[in-house]
């Protein structure tokens, strides 16, 4: 593994109510002075959740993606609130979002989305055995709940809605992980 | 597919070198307003690549990532230059990080990163056909080129140093593809 650049310095650039930009001047192994800016995340990340309705059913939601500007078919997750344990976040989401609770939660791995320039860090979470329960969400609409089966995952990746990249990662992992388990 | 919520008011709200923080005031269908704010891309877009040097054989690069502020191992990767096709962009990046170019280049998908705040999309490319050719790239430091065994893809995901949720779902995607054409 090389050797890290030195932070030679680091300062706040911008700041919104939900950014937080800031610029790090750093110096390389070789002698090579650069400047890079990041945004610089909460520091307890997010939940990412893959809920099993069967061994085959993934449940996903569409959602409005301000982003993008279009909806969004993707895996349910969240930010990780204050001291709430990862499996813990995860459990809460899915009852927020798709109305299920989990008795089964798996640590799977965890993603990042922009390394290069996010600090931002995304826990994925299987989750199984599932029972109904909902908890209110914060959204301003309803969420709309998508059942999909693994085994139809190249086609759920052919449509033009379902683009995420840690969702896609995370689904891929999952079948992989309960292929492997079966 | 739901009804887009209309955009009633859009304002810059944060600013630096890299980037632009917009704030969205939006009024869903069922009548709820709140505000979302999002990060703005440059438009075109970023190419991210699957350069396999055989059939089994993709080629990462390890580079140091400043927001998570570590090396990364993860595909190559850069943004579209004004002007240029895609594919194009591809064949620069690889001859830039890898030091190949590919006489075989196939658009595979678009995939976000967070679509929920972010308007940036990535093109995935799989690079084939590959031939030896170094274009100067403008990194602080030598990449490091790390080959790579697709049939070895799990390994690598268990990785410490390969998070990257674009990397890893190209990664599915083209060993999946792979597998359907040989």
Chains 1, 2 share one sequence.
């Not at 599932?130 to 059942?147: A, K, M, T």
Request: net charge negative; glycine share 6%.
């Amino acid at each position: 593994m090389p050797q890290k650049p030195q932070i030679l310095s680091r300062r706040t650039v911008a700041r919104s109510r939900l950014f937080h930009v800031e610029e790090l001047e750093l110096l390389f192994a070789n002698g090579a002075r650069t400047r890079f800016e990041r945004l610089v995340g909460s520091g307890r990340g997010a939940v990412l959740i893959v809920p099993m309705l069967d061994d085959d059913t993934v449940l996903l939601i569409r959602e409005y993606a301000a982003g993008t500007q279009r909806y969004e078919l993707g895996l349910p997750k969240g930010l990780v609130e204050q001291g709430e344990e990862l499996l813990e976040a995860a459990n809460r989401e899915i009852m927020e979002e798709v109305g299920y609770g989990a008795r089964q939660l798996d640590y799977l791995t965890a993603l990042t989305v922009a390394p290069g320039y996010l600090s931002h860090s995304t826990h994925v979470i299987l989750a199984r055995d599932l029972y109904p329960e909902r908890l209110p969400g914060d959204e301003p609409e309803d969420i709309q709940v998508v059942p999909w089966k693994l085994s139809q995952l190249d086609q759920l990746i052919a449509l033009d809605d379902c683009t995420e990249a840690r969702s896609i990662a995370a689904l891929y992992m999952a079948r992989d992980q309960l292929s492997r388990t079966a």
